[in-house]
């Protein structure tokens, strides 16, 4: 499975500036998407503030359950990250924010 962060640029027309927000897809349907943002943000950055939310809130760890988007926010979007990743991907994303935890309480 693919798993992409797509980058939009978002035209804000009241204050005559772009505006960022970020989606990540696995195999084609939106996850989680952050909030706008003025300025480009590097993709390791937007990387892990994403799957750090992601771990945090998901409640549904099958992917397929998610449904399929084209061009979430209306306006062409630019892949910014990209990496193949297994179908159990939402179970060792927990399972890895779970034992991180657990590294923390021992320290």
């Given amino acids: 499975m693919k798993l992409q ?4 640029k978002i035209p804000d ?4 500036n772009i505006n960022y927000r970020y989606v990540l897809y696995v195999d084609g349907r939106a996850l989680v998407w952050s909030d706008s943002s003025i300025g480009k943000l590097p ?4 990387y892990d503030k994403l799957t750090q939310y ?6 549904d760890y099958n992917i397929h359950s998610y449904t399929k988007y084209q061009n979430i926010f209306g306006f062409g979007g630019e892949v910014v990250f990209e990496k193949e ?3 159990s991907y939402l179970k060792e994303l927990y399972n890895a ?6 590294e923390e309480d021992f320290k």
């Avoid at 924010?97 to 657990?102: F, N, T, V």
Wanted: hydrophobic share 50%; glycine share 0%.
């Fill in 43 to 46: 993709s390791e950055v937007v």
């Fill in 85 to 87: 990743v297994s179908d």
């Fill in 5 to 8: 962060i797509v980058e939009y």
């Fill in 13 to 16: 027309l009241l204050e005559v």
């Fill in 54 to 59: 992601l771990a945090n809130n998901c409640k």
């Fill in 97 to 102: 924010r779970r034992m991180k935890a657990l």
